[in-house]
């Protein structure tokens, strides 16, 4: 009898637990706080020189514009790999982010795409993208001229999962 008593105790102590520490869902910030911090964080980033790797960046020579069509090309991106709990640049159905972009009704000449998954919040993933050498070049590169940037979480551990899409618009310049 003692034994089946302590058992029980026992059974009980690692199955409460479970329940009481329960992870909570990380959130996004709203969406105006991504837009308003984002662009405060490009404006400082971007006005300095930087090296992204053995990479050396000269300051852009104009902050960037958000632009709400590339938003919602990231939007997109953001809530699928957030559904789907995988992080890619390409849909499930196949499409990159320029196909995103198109279909979000932007006519682009360049463009390029950050994700990222598990920050919290605006500052935590634009350091990471500057820790790393592809993304933080993404962000300096002086050809382009507008962005949009998403966060998701949705079910599951609700990790938020982020796109940033950085281009210029097709001009009749001929860059």
């Known amino acids: 009898m003692t034994r089946l008593v302590l058992s029980l105790i026992l059974t009980a102590g690692l199955v409460l637990p479970?329940?009481?520490?329960?992870?909570?869902?990380?959130?996004c910030p709203s969406a105006d706080t991504i837009r308003r911090e984002i662009?405060?964080?490009?404006?400082?980033?971007r006005a300095k020189p930087r090296y992204c790797g053995r990479k050396r960046f000269r300051p852009a020579k104009q902050p960037l514009r958000w632009n709400q069509k590339l938003f919602?090309?990231?939007?997109?991106?953001?809530?699928?790999?957030?559904?789907?709990?995988r992080l890619s640049h390409r849909g499930r159905d196949g499409r990159k982010a320029g196909d995103r972009i198109t279909?979000?009704?932007?006519?682009?000449?360049?463009?390029?795409?950050n994700i990222a998954q598990g920050q919290r919040t605006v500052g935590e993933v634009m350091r990471s993208w500057l820790d790393s050498t592809g993304h933080c070049s993404a962000i300096m590169e002086a050809d382009f001229d507008e962005v949009g940037v998403?966060?998701?979480?949705s079910g599951g551990g609700?990790?938020?999962?982020?796109a940033m899409v950085l281009a210029?618009?097709?001009?009749?310049?001929g860059r």
């Open 72 to 85: 919602e090309a990231a939007k997109k991106q953001a809530e699928e790999m957030s559904r789907n709990d």
């Open 150 to 153: 998403a966060c998701a979480s």
């Open 168 to 173: 210029a618009p097709l001009s009749n310049s």
């Open 158 to 162: 609700g990790s938020p999962y982020w």
């Open 18 to 27: 479970v329940f009481a520490r329960e992870a909570p869902t990380a959130r």
């Open 103 to 113: 279909r979000a009704g932007y006519d682009w000449e360049v463009y390029g795409e």
């Open 39 to 45: 662009l405060e964080e490009l404006k400082a980033v």
